[in-house]
């Protein structure tokens, strides 16, 4: 399974979990938004404004701003004043000898005067000032990030430092913007930025368009969440995380495709790796999580080294025991667990009255041999370590559960002889494109 297929798959599932608000949106976006981001980049929209901006359209919009500006529209309209002992435009005496006797009918020195003035509150004008305001507050959210050495940032930003200047002090000071008023809550309008589009200035067409863009991207639009997924400004390093959520989502929809009870998607609280739950009539939890074992609910997966005497140690656990000691004293500091290893994996927990039943799953997005060899030992420990409230799940002789309870997911070898599954041993082994097929089989066997 290429990018490009993994991109496509995941573009339709943010658009049918995320975006409608049925999966936790957190848990997403902490995945795909650039390495040194906060917290405050994990929800979507923030995200979205944060690809918006690096968009070279948008960069270019920018660049042209200073000059372009200068020739704004306006619309003069005359304005009418009251003033004493001056004269300020031309006078209106019809309207000067009404207000003298409304109010003092021997005040020669109180004229009513009109002049011209320009407006510069248009519609073409209101839809600049929505699309200027959007980009000035992302660059300002996002201004100690574009100032560094961050890979995601596009160059034409990081060598164009003095162009965000260019743009907050064009925002903050410059006088045609200044003048143009801040657009109401529900502004700019359809037919605002209908009129923009329309016009024969570029400046509008051009807001409009990236206006519309924007509007787009923060509804949904697939196109819109294809390219914040394929634009090397937003995604990892590498594709492992983008594999890690695609099968991610393969388990909600084939939960989802297994039982006709409802599938409860839930918001990720604070220390919690639980993205779904599903209840059944009979009582069964079926919950799935991701990251770091479920920790919260009482799981992990510690070897049982730490718990052995000396004597009955083998050379390589010495080996492991005294490194994990020599650790811990050294890094007076810090808390070292004795875990196999940083769980990185999916675990889908059935909980029964009496019992529970788990499926530990293990993602390499690879085809190398030492790859895979390494998953698979990555997995059996996983089961062979696995605990539920410090208590071992699995016991001699069956240290691997069931033979169903571990899978390793890789990526396609379409030139290599595998076993299918049923012909598997321990764990399953399942290739990218077998996911979609195979899995709800071995989930049945959960189940």
Known sequence: MDRQQLVRALTSDILTYVMHGSFPEEHVTERIKPNGLDQRFDDFERLMRLHFILRPDVVDFVEKLPTRIRNVKTQTKNVTSISRGTVDGRID????TQERYSRNPRDKALFVCEHRSENYDIE??????????????????????????????????????????????????????????????YEPTDRMIERAAASRQEIYREAAALLVRYHETLAGDADAVRELLDRTAITPDDDETLFELYVLFRYVSAIESLSDEEFTLRTIESGSQEVARLTTDDGEQIVLYHDNSARDRGLSFVSNISEKSEEELSRTERIHREAQKITNNYFTEAEFSTATGRPDVIVLEVQREENSEYLITEIKHSTRPETIRSGIKETLEYLTFLRQDDELVYREPDVFGSGWNGVLVVQDLPDTKTAGVDNQRSIRILQASEVETQLSVILERIL
Do not use: G
């Open 124 to 185: 073409e004008n209101l839809v600049l000032k929505a699309l200027l305001a959007i980009i000035y507050d992302t660059l300002q959210e996002c201004s100690r990030y574009l100032e560094r050495d961050y890979e995601w940032v596009t160059e034409r930003w990081k060598n164009s430092l003095d162009l965000i200047d260019t743009m907050a002090n064009l925002f903050e000071r410059n006088v045609h913007v200044r003048r143009i008023r801040s657009p109401r809550s």
């Open 93 to 96: 005496w019809h309207s000067t």
